[in-house]
């Protein structure tokens, strides 16, 4: 068996990598399985299956985590706990069990020795993604299967891809499928990207560092995919500095240097100067949310920090948060000092966005000697 973590800068073709990898197993009769965590990322695999040639499609499965875990671990052996179906999942953005910040009576896990299914499975039957992790492995636990030996009779190697996004339940279940002897499991992700969990409150390990650690007490190997085919070394290098301090390797850019008159490099942006600058260079605009930035509502091609995860531009124009402003300006320590916190990745997330500049709309006087000046 072979355990692998890849920590991948952004741009460095993790999804051109693994589909590439998957191709050459299933040419070989391997069936492979692609754990993502976004249908956009489930979609964009299928997709580079197809470009790339694949022609085995039976044998390149490609699976959310959550429906992962309900197929191939819960219904099989449900019964255990729950006699009735589950009939589906159903996606929750926060604790269920939580409404105006106070617990809803009668959701405890058990209710008299027994596993209540108000704790983990909706009126309709259907299982709350917050805890699908957990059950699966209160089901294995209780049915006193080998889960491990099941996954390894069905796939030869599972991809976890974008796993920053695992916390909590997620790695006790991996966990179980690294006792197989047989099954490859190949770990992919950039830890500075993580923006989503897969639960709202995930118990350890919730942070980058903690996931990195438990990683390597699982046995898996790790290597560093450094070389950035997506961004010049200007916009490698700053986005580096998001994350300074926390072990990361250099990112190296592997993009040509492009025509003279590209624009490219850091920016600031006042604001009288929007309207100009994105009709010359046609920016990507990221922002917190739809309710930060009402001012770029009139302009197209607008998105949030997490919509974009995954998209690639040649320019990008950011209304910053208040961290990222004290970012720029230098702050020492301009995210809080907590290492769960999802503002440091959403930057860097942004950043990372651009091949060739990224601006930031800034209305300081700290900014009054850098700001852009049209040239016409």
Known sequence: MTKKLFIACAGAGKTTRIV???????????????????????RELLEKFKELGGRYKELFIVKGWYSF??????????????????????????????????????????????????????????????????????????????????????????????????????FDLIKLLTKSKKLEIHAV??????????????????????????????????????D??????SICAFADSVHTGEGYTATISKVDSPEKDTHTGIHYIATKDIAKYISLYN????RHSATSG??????????????????????VLIHPTEPFVKFLKGYKNPFGGNSTTSSQNKLYVAITR??????????????KDKLWQSSD
């Open 20 to 42: 590439e990898e998957s191709i050459a197993l299933t040419e070989a009769g391997t069936k492979v399985l692609i754990i993502t965590y976004t249908r956009s990322n489930q």
């Open 69 to 170: 875990i309900l197929e191939d671990v819960v219904r099989p052996y449900q019964r255990c706990i729950f006699p009735k179906r589950i009939d589906g999942i159903y996606l929750n953005s926060n604790n269920p069990h939580i409404r105006n910040s106070r617990n809803i009576s009668g959701r405890s896990e058990k209710i008299g020795g027994n596993y209540n299914p108000k704790h983990y499975l909706t009126s309709k039957n259907q299982a709350h993604t917050e805890f699908l992790a957990k059950l699966a492995c209160r089901i294995v636990k209780t049915a006193k299967v080998d889960i491990a030996k099941r996954i390894e009779a069905i796939y030869g190697r599972i991809y976890l891809d974008e796993t920053q996004d695992f916390a909590g339940w997620d």
């Open 189 to 226: 992700g950039d830890f500075r990207q993580t923006i989503y969990h897969t639960s709202s409150k995930p118990k350890k390990p919730a942070s980058s560092a903690e996931k990195r650690a438990e990683y390597a007490k699982m046995g898996f190997s790790i290597e560093e995919m450094n």
């Open 228 to 233: 950035c085919w997506r961004s010049v070394s």
């Open 283 to 286: 920016p990507l605009i990221l």
């Open 294 to 315: 009402k001012e770029l509502n009139k302009y197209d091609n607008l998105m949030t920090f997490g919509e974009a995860k995954g998209k690639t531009t040649e320019h």
């Open 354 to 367: 651009a091949k060739y500049s990224v601006a930031f709309i800034v209305e300081d006087e700290d900014f």
